[in-house]
């Protein structure tokens, strides 16, 4: 089973695919990235550059189904509506193409991955590396959380 797992933001999205096999130990990471939208756009385009991106995504990897991060609670409420815009258009990508999305908020992410949910990012960061069974993990903390979330799915199911 492919799993896609995205991390919704308005100036970045997180998102990693990975494959789990029944029968089989481990994780195995496909691809992962981030789109990254220009903040001197209006919301609308960056909007449709996160759709025709995410598309392109969905048409290239083919994924079996999508987790995405659920908003939770927000300390910044300056972004917590961008993000909200970001995630409606995330979803709305996914039912075009047939992806069944499943939603997870950090605290669950968390609690999946480490038994604990209000562990710290490094130790999320050290239960990913345990995961995929690597040392080198992307820079971007979006799409580690991406990883995560993905990760998360495949042990929900």
Known sequence: MKIL????????????LVEVN????GIKLITSGSIQTDK?????????EISGDLAEILK?????CASVEKLFF????KTVIPVAEARGVILAVLEKYNI??????PMEVKQVLTG?????????ERMVRLALETENLPKLDDTVDAIAIAICHSRSV
């Not at 001197?40 to 449709?48: E, H, T, V």
């Not at 927000?74 to 409420?77: A, L, P, S």
């Not at 069944?100 to 908020?105: I, L, M, N, S, V």
């Open 5 to 16: 797992g995205i991390d919704p933001g308005m100036a970045i999205v997180g998102y990693a």
């Open 22 to 25: 029944a029968g089989e130990e």
């Open 40 to 48: 001197k756009l209006s919301d609308s385009k960056r909007l449709l």
């Open 60 to 64: 290239m990897y083919k994924p079996d």
């Open 74 to 77: 927000f300390k910044n409420q």
């Open 100 to 105: 069944p999305a499943y939603e997870y908020t």
């Open 116 to 124: 604990y949910g209000r562990a710290e990012k490094k130790e999320v």
